[in-house]
């Protein structure tokens, strides 16, 4: 048995960041920073909201939004 509950939602999401700049595909001042899970592990990436262009990708936290107990 779990000790956790079950998600009360249907989805899950990652806070978004706004980012200031225009998407170099669509010209859309839609900008967003956000945290994803791909191969490889975890990523922190730029994409347009609008047409979901990567502007930018760089490994993210090793972990993802887990914090180990005592970590710094």
Do not use: I, Q
């Not at 509950?5 to 899950?12: A, K, L, W």
């Not at 998407?23 to 609008?50: D, F, I, N, Q, T």
Request: hydrophobic share 35%; charged share 20%.
């Amino acid at each position: 048995m779990h000790n956790f509950p079950r998600p009360t939602t249907p989805t899950v999401d990652a806070p978004r960041t706004a980012v200031p700049g225009h998407c170099p595909e669509c010209a859309a001042e839609a900008l967003e920073r956000y945290r994803v899970m791909s191969e490889g592990g975890w990523w922190l990436v730029v994409k347009c909201g609008r047409c979901l262009y990567s502007v930018s990708r760089e490994p993210g936290p090793l972990l993802g939004a887990f914090v180990p107990l005592g970590a710094p």
